[in-house]
């Protein structure tokens, strides 16, 4: 089975910063990775798949990029309502889910 | 609009069973796989169960044996059948749903809101 380990645990930034996730596989994933964001008490929301493709609706300045074992999800410019925990995701044998990454206000 | 609707959740005694439903509406419901994905409180997410447009169903071990995943097209409703429940099954409980019609799928575009299933006695 593969484990994705997503680093940081943690993540603390101001609004207006950059922030970039990592989600690492342990063996290669191709670009079959997706990321989701939730925020508490909500459902998770579809943010990446294909490891780079934008969902409907998801702004620009959330991109993801990677092949093989190393992805990053990247925010160009944090906005207020970016402040969750992000997920990456992976569909082989079985569905896979890293740990998260909380990304908090600083 | 796709929307899913979770019911069934609440409280059972360990060793007990439930039944949680997903209402589908906005799509074509029998075209499309659908999978159950759990969250224990505080923790991250646990995938559960995935069904096809087909029917074939596939299980994570921790839950192997114990929950069986059906469909029923007619009525647009996913299930979850729970039995042998453990006290580590307690979670909010979402369905969720492929994002293409037919064959396999790597992700899921529309989840529903969850619903909390606790096992304690």
């Known amino acids: 089975e593969i484990v994705l380990t997503q680093s940081p645990a943690t993540l603390s930034l101001s609004p207006g910063e950059r922030a970039a996730l990592s989600c690492r596989a342990s063996?290669?994933?191709?670009?079959?990775l997706a990321w989701y964001q939730q925020k508490p008490g909500q459902a998770p929301r579809l943010l990446i798949y294909d490891a780079s493709n934008r969902a409907t609706g998801v702004p620009a300045r959330f991109s993801g990029s990677g092949s093989g074992t190393d992805f990053t999800l990247t925010i160009s410019s944090l906005e207020p309502e970016d402040f969750a925990v992000y997920y990456c995701q992976h569909r082989s044998t079985s569905i896979t889910f890293g740990q998260g990454t909380r990304l908090e206000i600083k | 609009e796709v929307q899913l609707l979770e019911s069934g959740g609440g409280l059972v005694q360990p060793g007990g069973s439930r039944r949680l439903s997903c209402a589908a509406s906005g799509f074509t419901f029998s075209y499309y796989a659908m999978t159950w994905v759990r969250q224990a409180p505080g923790r991250g997410l646990d995938w559960v169960s995935i069904?096809?447009?087909?029917?074939?169903?596939f299980y994570a071990d921790s839950v192997e044996g114990r929950f069986t995943i059906s469909r029923d097209n007619s009525k647009n409703t996913l299930y979850l059948q729970m039995n042998s429940l453990r006290a580590e099954d307690t979670a909010v409980y979402y369905c969720a749903k492929a994002p293409r019609a037919g064959g396999a799928t790597n992700y899921f575009d529309y989840w529903g809101q969850g619903i909390l299933v606790t096992v304690s006695s």
């Open positions: 069904i096809t447009s087909g029917g074939s169903t």
């Open positions: 063996q290669s994933v191709s670009s079959y």
